[in-house]
Nanobody
Framework: QVHVVESGGGLVQAGGSLRLSCAAS????????MGWFRQAPGKEREFVAA????????YYADSVKGRFTISRDVAKNTVYLQMNSLKPEDTAVYYC???????????????????WGQGTQVTVSS
């Protein structure tokens, strides 16, 4: 069982930066792949980024590649999403999630993730 809580959302101007944090509980946190998803009003939840248990293998959506960076600190049981060069279209509720396992074929599916946080709002003004 893994419990995750997101923080760090807020209002930022276009071109600005934010860093989201995802604090996870559970003794085996280090073995769970972690992902970030987002959901804008009226749209489906979409994949943003994921990081494998080793902290080395990462995946990104094309829309955020080069602007967002996912990382994890196993000692702090925390996953981060550094978001730079933010755009108004990045406005959404951002969710952190933990998976039992992911691979190159399923990391972007919401159904691949077993545990979800409540989300944190990110608003980018133009």
């Amino acid at each position: 069982q893994v419990h995750v809580v997101e923080s760090g959302g807020g209002l930022v101007q276009a071109g600005g930066s934010l860093r989201l944090s995802c604090a996870a509980s559970g003794r085996t946190f280090s073995s769970y792949p972690m992902g970030w998803f987002r959901q804008a009003p009226g749209k489906e939840r979409e994949f943003v980024a994921a990081i494998y248990w080793n902290g080395v293998n990462t995946y990104y959506a094309d829309s955020v590649k080069g602007r967002f960076t996912i990382s994890r600190d196993v000692a702090k049981n925390t996953v981060y999403l550094q978001m730079n060069s933010l755009k108004p279209e990045d406005t959404a509720v951002y969710y952190c999630a933990a998976a039992y396992t992911i691979n190159s074929s399923n990391y972007y599916y919401t159904t691949s993730y077993a545990y979800w946080g409540q989300g944190t709002q990110v608003t980018v003004s133009s």
